[in-house]
């Protein structure tokens, strides 16, 4: 028997102390952004401490301006063995409405809901309790055959995941050298299906924008200035209207400076998924992509990058009518990006776009609400490749790398401040019901993601 | 003395019992929305009931399914006489926010504002007690002198002309015999300035509308959905910019049809008014005219046909930001019409243009908002041209013929049901605060406003 099969029998073998272990941790309340559970978000850090303490982790908690970091090391089976930062987050979702869960969202239970579909709930099962323990679990099973592990590996565990992240950044910048690893992996991510596991590559980036148009310095009566005076609704709506051009393509100048189109073999793989604009669009009541023509709805979704107006508002908004031309006007616009796109470029020509469209005797207020480049990782790298195989050796079935249309913003920070690259593998589901009541994880995802990992490790080893 | 002299000069000497006679008005508490003032109401119109009879009026209260009507006849010196219906209203907005009056509103007063200009204050002053017993004030100087009145005169005064006049309709219907006359004098409108009289002449109509249009069947992520998801405020921004030209011309099909150019000698007379892009748009912190290109600012407001979005709505419109496909996104649209433009057509060409700018995945609800045809006299009618001059003398500055941005829908009516044309003529001032704490009339409005009355008699009898 090889010493991965080995391992995996071991796994096989602890998956029901492995439940129970994932149930303690899901019964602390660390909720992170409701105040009243900071001491729960302690606890669970300490639980974690104590639990990589015994696997021979070098493991702390580690204070920040909010709630703590878990910090881990383990030594690799060299001194020259690959190094990993292996990242999740031990804080949770408040659980409200709470009357909406079947149970105690904080009382875990195994579940069967259909033929043979065992499912483990309670909240942070499946984000992100449910997956980081699948690696602290391979990582168990991996000790308990060979005393050692194949590779280095830090653990990075934070607890503000859910409400923003404020104290990561200044944490990596302040322990830079202690976090480097040549890559990091990150389980916060899904499967393609139940069957089909997936890495996830490509992950857009984000501008938000607020602006506000004022043109008259009050509230107008139509009747009275209509036809003369300026109405901040027409300047916004024709602005608006003005960003895209028929064809789907944002106008804005230098916008598609830095974006690729995507590999054909890429492309070809995503064809394989089946995902048709009818079956994805129609689940929520829609049939015809809109976005740029001639794409699919993958590659409008993961690869492309878009312009998407999240809010507007302006004048009168309630019951009846009110014959009134607004003083002000405001919409909220943000930008997906792929690629090399630069946020601060993409926000200065939307800036610059907008102020050519207002009129002298008008003005225009600009708020900025976030900005992160896409992440784009190589779709061939080795680590990547080791990666894909081990998955699909598991899942019998092919891994897919896919793209993502939001953002995950802990992988720009590796990028940008730790100069390393992740590699995201994640065994959740979309009926998993994150961030919603009845919060769940298929006992399937635990189970395979366990084994998932532990084969990673073994080929991120050689 | 001719018999215009005489009656000049008692409406003269009548002025301080004209002004008790209107503070008497004023004490009565005929506030139209308010229930709590229905009796309020009633009072009033019996109250012009008794002061018609005084005069030698065939004068009665009227009951309608809300406040009563107050309809009065009075023969003219011949059986062949001119008949004219002079409409007013009795019932007069709420007062709040009481705490911003300076003096009780139902406790009328002559106040000296500045040197030598005196007002009558208190909440009904200008609209429209005052402006309606300058008529009946300019009666009883004629009947005082002559004993009878060289026109025929009916009298229609409304109680809900402050809460949409429901029952105006039916009355007029029910009544139309009875009421109908040569042409109606309507004493609801102003001055062009302190100094110089003003008819009215166009009215703007109203069309207005509500949109709704509906994306996916549920709010999205704009990560997950972003690029192939119909966003229906990129729908809705679309079609609202598509609505006008870079010209500022309206593009809706058939829009323009009934629109006529303003006669030459019309603008010109406008021209002498100073009005300007300048003045006009300076007072409300602007200075660009908006709307239709090579046009003057008066010519844009009174006699040109707009569309305005008066409000718009949808996606994430509190702090912070959310990023969010919405659902649904809204607009409240409103076009002013001129002319002989048919609301009708208007909105059927509108639901058709904003129907062709659905996606076929997408719908779109409308809710009506009121309709109604522009009011346009003839600028050059015998009754205008002989009330003209009668201004123009009383005032020793030349009437102008003006155009009103708003509707005034009881013109229409009296034209729709009673085939009958307005003149509109009025002496309220820009300041008058109508709608609003501190409501005065001027004195100067109230005394020479009498005085017009029994010019323009005298002269409708020629």
Request: one cysteine or more; a negative charge.
């Amino acid at each position: 028997m090889s010493d991965l099969s080995a391992v995996l029998d071991r796994a096989d073998q602890n998956l029901p102390a492995a439940i129970e272990r994932l149930f303690d941790l899901v019964r602390i309340k660390s909720i992170s952004t409701d105040p009243a559970f900071k001491a729960d978000c302690r606890k669970a850090a300490e639980w974690l401490v104590e639990d990589l303490k015994t696997l021979g982790f070098d493991a702390s908690v580690r204070d920040t301006a909010g709630h703590p970091m878990v910090v881990a090391h383990h030594a690799g089976a060299t001194a020259y063995a690959p190094h990993v930062l292996f990242y999740g987050h031990y804080d949770v979702q408040p659980v409200d409405p709470i009357e909406l869960w079947e149970d105690d969202p904080f009382d875990p239970k195994i579940k069967e809901i259909s033929a043979g579909r065992k499912v483990l709930t309670g909240r942070g099962t499946a984000d992100d309790k449910g997956q980081l323990m699948t690696f602290v679990e391979a990582c168990r099973a991996y000790k308990e055959i060979n005393g050692s592990l194949p590779i280095r590996v830090t653990i990075l565990f934070e607890g503000e995941e859910e409400s923003g992240s404020p104290s990561l950044k200044p944490f990596l910048e302040a322990n830079a050298d202690e976090l480097k690893a040549d890559y990091a992996l990150v389980c916060d991510t899904g499967m393609w299906d139940t069957d089909t596991p997936a890495i996830a590559a490509a992950l857009r980036g984000l501008v938000g924008e607020e602006i506000t148009i004022t043109a008259a310095d009050r509230d107008l009566h139509s009747g009275l200035y209509g036809g003369a005076a300026a109405n901040p609704i027409h300047i916004l709506t024709t602005l608006i209207a003005g960003l895209r051009d028929e064809t789907g393509r944002i106008t804005l100048e230098g916008f598609y400076e830095g974006v690729e189109e995507t590999p054909e073999n890429i492309k070809q793989s995503w064809e394989t998924l089946g995902r048709s604009a009818e079956n994805f669009l129609g689940e929520i009541g829609l049939s015809v992509p809109a976005g740029e023509k001639g794409r699919s709805v993958l590659e409008l979704t993961w690869a492309r990058p878009t312009c998407e107006v999240n809010g507007i508002w302006g004048g009168y908004t309630g019951d009846g009518f009110k014959t009134v031309i607004a003083a002000k006007a405001s919409a909220k616009i943000s930008f997906r990006l792929v690629g090399t796109q630069d946020p601060q470029k993409i926000r200065d020509s939307f800036r610059a776009y907008v102020r050519s469209k207002i009129p002298a005797d008008c003005s225009v207020e600009f708020h900025e609400h976030g900005g992160s480049p896409a992440i784009q990782l190589s779709y061939d790298s080795p680590a990547l490749t080791k990666a894909k195989n081990a998955l699909s050796d598991e899942w019998v079935k092919p891994a897919v790398v896919i793209g993502m249309g939001g953002s995950i913003p802990i992988v720009g920070d590796f990028q940008k401040m730790l100069g390393m690259d992740s590699l995201l593998v994640g065994f959740g589901l979309n009926d998993d019901r994150i961030h919603s009541p009845n919060e769940k994880y298929d006992l399937k995802s635990y189970h395979k993601g366990i084994r998932s990992w532990a084969r990673i490790i073994a080929a991120l080893a050689v």
